[in-house]
């Protein structure tokens, strides 16, 4: 089966996206796929979750690839199936018009795309692209690609009536080494931030709940690592200035590879108290390296209450306060014992190649090789 994976853009600026997408590309060749990533050549493209897997053929395309351009690419490797990773985009409507017209199977994974709060944001030019086009690529996809039941569920309240597998995003477990009960002298009084900095990701909300709480853990510092518009980075440092936070907060830049491990294995919690996630990938990394999560229902990480390896709360400055010193009061080795037991986890459920079967399996039914399919949203 020769699957093609289309992304517009793999570049690190793109956060999550940047980084599942090449995992997935992994996970699918890893479980037998003819596999080929093709996205847009950029300025930092992020391919780091497959060096030393040359099985994933990767095609990079010219930013600004003609329509019969990106026609003649699509058309010359023969493709069973295309899965697109994303919408909006009027590439990934080029991408979709293509194999219409020549009958190739096609699966629009989102990626939170559709979810209510980021359909209000530019709500006007959304309305008028799903008019001209989006609504019809989507409907007539063989496939809709949901990353939890959540987003299934938004998807149908829209009035999609065509296919919904709810398949999340995978992890290589082995990039993010879980800290071990010998590196826990390294663990500093740390709570990180780590994902792109986006008003969508609720750092005020964390600012001002550290600001009640800095009183009274002095000891505590919080760490917000991440890339973003230079004029919203500038207004956080304004704000965390304005309210004497500049000793206990810091706003870093983007860290990758071992970087990044190092800074979540030396951190206490992990917070993301953000509005809207369609998966979460930090949330999956953090729990990876051992560390407990904190983050909002706006998440589908439920999962975190129910097993006990972290806090899933409603949004507000009262319940992340409220939480936070929950977490900090249960002491260093309570902390130690839920990461561990989220890494655990992770790894048991999300692991690249156990989500790349799941794919398959979804691209076998859609070309009537796998009836049994069973993750679909009913």
Known sequence: MRVCIFTSTNDKSEGGPSRSVPILAKGVSKVGCDTFLMTRETIDMNFHALEGFPAVRLKILPYNI????????????????????????????????????????YIITPRGALEPWSLSQKKWKKKLAMLLYQRFDIQNANAILATANLEAVHLRALGFTNPIAVIPNGID??????????????????????????????????????????GKYKDWNVVIAGNGEENYISYLKELIKNNYLDSSVSIIPPVFGEMKRKLYCESSLFVLPTYSENFGM?????????????????????????????????????????????????????????????????????????????NKQLYQWILGENPDFTLLYK
């Open 66 to 105: 003609t329509y019969k351009q990106l026609e003649q690419e699509i058309l010359i490797d023969k493709y069973d199936i295309v899965h697109i990773q994303g919408i909006w985009i009027p590439i990934y409507h080029y991408v979709a018009s293509i194999a219409r017209k020549y009958g190739i199977p």
């Open 173 to 214: 477990i082995s990039e993010y080494k879980c800290r071990t009960f010998e590196d826990r002298d390294e663990i500093k009084k740390q709570i990180l931030f780590l994902s792109r900095i986006h008003p969508k990701k609720g750092i005020e909300i964390l600012i001002e709940s550290w600001k009640r709480l800095t």
């Open 282 to 358: 930090v949330i999956a990394e953090a729990l990876a390296c051992g560390i407990p999560v904190i983050t909002t229902t706006g998440t589908p990480w439920e999962e975190l209450n129910t097993n006990k390896i972290g806090w899933c709360v409603e949004l507000s400055v009262e319940n992340i306060v409220l939480t936070i010193e929950t977490a900090i009061q249960l002491g260093e080795e309570k902390l130690f014992e839920m990461g561990q037991k989220g890494h655990m986890y992770v790894n048991d459920k999300y692991d690249y190649s156990k989500v790349g079967m799941k």
